[in-house]
C-alpha cells in the first residue's frame, strides 16, 4: 500500500534471526499488525502492538515500534523452515472501522 | 470450527459470466470485510459492513455487490466478470467499531481464488 512500505525479499538461514521492516505513515494509526501468508493459505494474524507501546514480545516473536520514525519491525528469533512465508505489515487508524492498510508484503525464504 | 469460512475456495469461470463467494464467521463479531489479493500479493479492502450496514465502499466497480444476509454473513456477487477481476478475495471479520481505540484483531478466511478466462 502506498502508506505502508515493507522489503520485498528476505533470505535467512535456519536458527539465524530475521528481522522485517515496515514503515508508515499515518500517525494517527492506533494499531499496528503482523500477518503471516504461507503459500495457497488465508492471512494469520500473529501479532499487534498498540501505538503507545515500544515493543512486544511473544515466544519467539518480538515487535519494535519507532513511532517517531513511524518505523515498525518484526523479529523472528531461531528462524525454521516453516517460518518461510510472506509477511505483511498493516496499520489501522481510529476512525476506520477496523480497515486494515497493508503493505505489499516481505517474501521471507529460510535456506537449511 | 473454522472462523471465518469462505466458498468456494476455487473458481474458475469464463468473462462475462456472473459468480458468487460466500463467507460466514462463526466469531460473533459485528463487522465483516471482503479484501482483494492481487498478482502482486497487494492487499486492498472493497467493503465492510457493520451489522449488515455498508459502511466501506472503496470505489470498487458497480459490477460487485456485496450482500449481508445477517451479521454473520457477507457474499460477494459479481457481474459480467472481466479478466482482471481475476484474483484472491479475502473475507475477514472483527469486533471493529467506529472510533474504537482499543486493538480489535482481524480474522481472514482461507480465501477464493477467482481465475476469469
Known amino acids: 500500500g502506498e502508506d505502508v512500505e515493507q522489503s520485498l525479499f528476505l533470505s535467512v538461514r535456519e536458527g539465524d534471526s530475521s528481522v522485517i521492516n515496515c514503515t508508515y505513515t499515518?500517525?494517527?494509526?492506533?494499531?499496528l499488525y503482523w500477518y503471516k501468508q504461507e503459500p495457497g493459505a488465508g492471512l494469520q494474524l500473529l501479532t499487534y502492538?498498540?501505538?503507545?507501546?515500544d515493543m512486544k514480545q511473544d515466544q519467539r516473536l518480538t515487535v519494535l515500534l519507532n513511532k517517531k520514525d513511524k518505523h515498525l519491525s518484526l523479529r523472528i528469533a531461531d528462524t525454521q523452515t516453516g517460518d518461510s512465508a510472506i509477511y505483511f505489515c498493516?496499520?489501522?487508524?481510529?476512525?476506520?472501522?477496523?480497515?486494515?492498510?497493508f503493505g505489499a508484503g516481505t517474501q521471507v525464504v529460510v535456506t537449511p | 470450527d473454522t472462523a471465518v469460512s469462505q466458498t468456494p475456495k476455487y473458481l474458475v469461470t469464463q468473462m462475462g459470466n456472473d459468480k458468487s463467494i460466500k463467507c460466514e464467521q462463526n466469531?460473533?463479531?459485528?463487522?465483516m470485510y471482503w479484501y482483494k489479493q492481487d498478482s502482486k500479493k497487494f492487499l486492498k479492502i472493497m467493503f465492510s459492513?457493520?451489522?449488515?450496514?455498508?459502511?466501506i465502499n472503496e470505489t470498487v466497480p458497480n459490477r460487485f455487490s456485496p450482500k449481508s444476509p445477517d451479521k454473520a454473513h457477507l457474499n460477494l456477487h459479481i457481474n459480467s466478470l472481466e479478466l482482471g477481476d481475476s484474483a484472491v478475495y479475502f473475507c475477514?471479520?472483527?469486533?471493529?467499531?467506529?472510533?474504537?481505540?482499543?486493538?480489535?484483531?482481524?480474522?481472514f478466511g482461507q480465501g477464493t481464488r477467482l481465475t476469469v478466462v
Open positions: 475477514a471479520s472483527s469486533q471493529a467499531r467506529q472510533g474504537q481505540k482499543r486493538g480489535t484483531e482481524a480474522f
Open positions: 499515518d500517525s494517527s494509526s492506533t494499531y
Open positions: 502492538i498498540f501505538s503507545n507501546m
Open positions: 498493516a496499520e489501522r487508524t481510529p476512525d476506520s472501522w477496523g480497515k486494515l492498510q
Open positions: 466469531l460473533g463479531h459485528d463487522t
Open positions: 459492513y457493520n451489522n449488515k450496514e455498508l459502511i
